[in-house]
């Protein structure tokens, strides 16, 4: 992956999925501070925008499922959202935790861990100026984590608007067929000027590792828990892995290293 700030042997990032999220409320603070516990390389995160325009680090569209609101998210300002419970839902015990805002996560994660920052589809609009991306980049820019970001999105626009506006940050190509249909993975990479190649386990075959590895392009995996497929991807010689379990992937990592010392 590009830039993390820690990085295991083999350049293996392990990467946890909005958070550590098997444990602790996904996308939230407390999910953030779980994978830096657990000795994680890099954090995932999503970003949308609110009705008044700013950042912050949410998955879906509609707020129901991880908050006590309903509608979209979209339709709320960030004070209004700053009010509601996004915590109870995966334990009561969290009932506390609020919406983090992509500033306050990036000053939290600030010389502890790096991060990737998904932009969600639906934040992503036709404009340059004034777009989620140019607001993701001075965000990044003004808490001074430049070298410890690294952009992606299922939108290509994301990825064109994102380079347009400053080459040199890093940004890699969230995999979706209705985009690029059978483009080799280095053609999509190359056609977007990106950086690294994110895919699910299920879409990764032989010969989309072979035209990466042929052009060196790092490729990370998502969302991966089950403790045999991550092994299989680290023995097929994937740059990262995204997981719900950093620290299951951190030890099989571990056991990994050790047997190809063997």
């Known amino acids: 992956m590009i830039g993390p700030s820690r990085q295991c042997k083999q350049d293996f990032t392990i990467i946890a999925h909005r958070g550590a999220s098997a444990y602790y409320p996904e996308n939230t603070l407390v999910a953030f501070a779980g994978a830096i516990t657990m000795a ?23 707020i129901n499922r991880c908050t006590n609101g309903k509608g979209a998210i979209a339709d709320y300002t960030l004070a209004r959202l700053k009010k509601l419970d996004a915590g109870s839902w995966f334990a009561e015990n969290y009932a506390d935790v609020r919406v983090p805002t992509l500033a306050e996560v990036l000053k939290f994660c600030q010389n502890k861990i790096a991060v990737n920052i998904e932009i969600k589809t639906e934040a992503v609009t036709d404009k340059i100026s004034g777009g ?56 999509i990479v190359e056609s977007l000027g990106a950086d690294a190649f994110n895919c699910s386990a299920r879409e990764l075959n032989g010969k989309w590792l072979a035209d990466l590895k042929q052009y060196g392009i790092p490729v990370n995996v998502y969302t991966v828990n089950d403790e045999k497929k991550m092994m299989r991807l680290l023995t097929l010689g994937v740059n990262g892995i995204f997981t719900n379990r950093p620290d299951v992937l951190k030890r099989v990592l571990a056991d990994f290293l050790v047997k190809s010392k063997e």
């Open 40 to 62: 994680a390389d890099m954090v995932e995160l999503d970003v949308q925008l609110t009705a008044d325009g700013e950042v912050v680090v949410f998955h879906d569209e509609k």
């Open 132 to 187: 989620i991306e140019e607001k993701c980049l001075k965000v990044v820019n003004h808490i001074g984590m430049r070298d410890h970001v690294v952009f992606s999105s299922f939108d290509p626009r994301a990825i064109g608007h994102l380079k347009q506006i400053d080459c040199l940050s890093p940004a890699a190509v969230l995999f979706e067929k209705k985009y690029y249909g059978s483009k080799m993975p280095s053609q």
